[in-house]
């Protein structure tokens, strides 16, 4: 990965104002009360389950997931989409117990008294056949929300690994500041038990996506760009989209706080 250090610093610099953008967005200032951890986490789960859905695109493409099974060419890619998989769809609870990450967070919710009646209502209608826009509108989904999902499936059907690749490693950092891990804390002590597991979410979000995960995916990209030029263009475009994505539906959140 040393090969493509200058690109990847082309790239951090380039996407850093917006990042900074979503650091310093004012939602984070604005959540208080556990009723506004509530709303944060409403919209925001339609996010931890897209990304599931960007994962196992990436899986589809850099994998053989048919029957009967073939090697894929790319054995490097091959590997490292697997070891993200694993950690993000058979991850721990704090009982040791086996979920993904999605369902550690609904998990999350319910603790804190979040309504997960949406989210639920949404996948419902997607398994059942429903359109992404029909299962919207069953669901009653936010539109900040709606339009952070049709963003990440106009990238899944574009069909390129690359694309997919970038989205994942540099367009889904949540970018959380230390400030809000404070707030969490804090309300966790004032009232235990309700934000724990949204809390060890976020503990475990760093641990694992924030530094092995990032490493794998940093070589991933690279394995998927090569020296193409115009694909290291790509990625700088779909990931500086896709941040400013994230700007947008934090914005949401503040919408519904403030």
Not at 106 to 130: E, P, Q, S, W, Y
Request: charged fraction near 25%; hydrophobic fraction near 40%; include cysteine.
């Amino acid at each position: 990965m040393e090969l493509y250090a200058s690109r990847f610093e082309t790239i951090n610099t380039a996407l850093d104002s917006q990042r900074q953008r979503i650091i310093q967005h004012p939602v984070y200032k604005n959540i208080r009360t556990i009723e506004d951890i509530q709303m944060f986490m409403e919209l925001h789960v339609y996010a931890v389950w897209d990304f599931m859905s960007l994962l196992k695109s990436l899986q589809m493409h850099l994998t053989c997931v048919s029957v009967p099974w073939f090697p894929t060419e790319d054995r490097d890619s091959r590997y490292l989409i697997n070891e993200i998989v694993v950690g993000e769809e058979s991850d721990i609870d704090l009982d040791g117990n086996r979920l993904s990450h999605f369902e550690l967070y609904l998990k999350a919710m319910d603790a804190c008294g979040a309504n997960t009646a949406g989210i639920h209502r949404f996948v419902n209608a997607l398994k059942a056949g429903k359109t992404m826009e029909d299962a919207f509108t069953i669901a009653e989904t936010p539109e900040a929300a709606r339009e952070f999902v049709r963003f990440t499936f106009r990238v899944i059907e574009q069909q390129e690994p690359h694309l997919l690749a970038a989205v994942f490693t540099f367009g889904r950092e949540d970018l959380i500041p230390d400030m809000f891990h404070s707030i969490i804390e804090d309300i966790d002590k004032q009232l235990p038990q309700t934000v724990s597991l949204f809390k060890y979410y976020l503990d475990r979000h760093i641990e694992i996506d924030g530094d092995h995960h990032s490493h794998l995916a940093l070589q991933m990209t690279a394995n998927l760009c090569g020296e193409d030029d115009k694909k290291w263009e790509e990625v700088l475009e779909v990931s500086l989209e896709c941040l400013k994505k994230r700007e947008a539906l934090w914005s949401g959140v503040l919408e519904l706080c403030s």
